[in-house]
């Protein structure tokens, strides 16, 4: 059974410019979490996504979206990139939700100049 | 006050050595997951428990859902133990995963 994969897994990006990264969950999971980690942080919660919809949000500012394609795959979206958006971005899938195992990929790691 | 609480935050051992690492919360939970991560970024989960305990391998993990603790043990540790161990708690009132701050661990030969 293929893991959760991230594309791309390193990008460097511009302020001001956008980005869109992708999370393809593990076969059969419909829910794809978001998390954003920098240096001396914990994990950070951006938001969830179950059947096509998003089901949580954390704290980030509206400049952060995603979405969810019917056949589970997410992307997340950031524009007009800042500084402090530099950070290792990952993305989990379980079956059904939290209250599931949780599945990493191996993230992407986004540097912002 | 963080509503997931790990410690201690750092721990350094000798090769051998029990470890024990602590995890409290404050809230309600469904379950709560215990992840492993390795320089490089990459996340595992090791356990998910709603109660009592669970073993694999040299790992234990354990939960005391009156006290609203769990414990993850690592039995005869090993240099590859050398990670930061994270403590995760789904909340019972939105499902959303809480995170512990994570206790970086080095086990030393």
């Known amino acids: 059974k293929a893991g959760v994969t991230q594309t791309p897994r390193y990008l460097i990006k511009t302020r001001g410019q956008q980005v869109t990264l992708s999370c393809s969950p593990i076969s059969g999971h419909r829910s794809v979490s978001w998390y954003q980690q920098t240096p001396g942080q914990g994990l950070q919660f951006l938001f969830e996504y179950f059947s096509e919809t998003q089901r949580n949000k954390g704290n980030f500012p509206g400049r952060f979206s995603g979405r969810q394609f019917s056949n589970s795959r997410s992307e997340m979206n950031v524009s007009t990139l800042e500084l402090g958006d530099s950070a290792l971005y990952l993305c989990a899938s379980s079956l059904a939700g939290s209250y599931n195992e949780q599945f990493f990929g191996p993230g992407t790691r986004l540097t912002v100049l | 006050k963080n509503e997931v609480e790990q410690s201690p935050q750092n721990l350094t051992a000798q090769e051998g050595e029990f470890i024990t690492i602590n995890c409290s919360y404050s809230?309600?939970?469904?379950?709560l997951h215990w992840l492993q991560q390795h320089p490089g970024g990459g996340i595992v989960s090791l356990f998910m428990?709603?109660?009592?305990?669970k073993k694999h391998g040299r790992l234990i993990a354990t939960i005391n859902i009156q006290e609203k603790h769990s414990s993850l043990h690592i039995t005869a540790s090993h240099p590859r133990d050398s990670a930061v161990y994270i403590c995760?708690?789904?909340?019972?009132?939105?499902?959303?995963?809480?995170w512990g701050a994570g206790t970086k661990l080095i086990i030393k030969p």
């Open positions: 995760a708690a789904t909340r019972d009132s939105n499902y959303q995963l809480i």
């Open positions: 809230v309600g939970i469904s379950a």
């Open positions: 428990l709603s109660s009592g305990k």
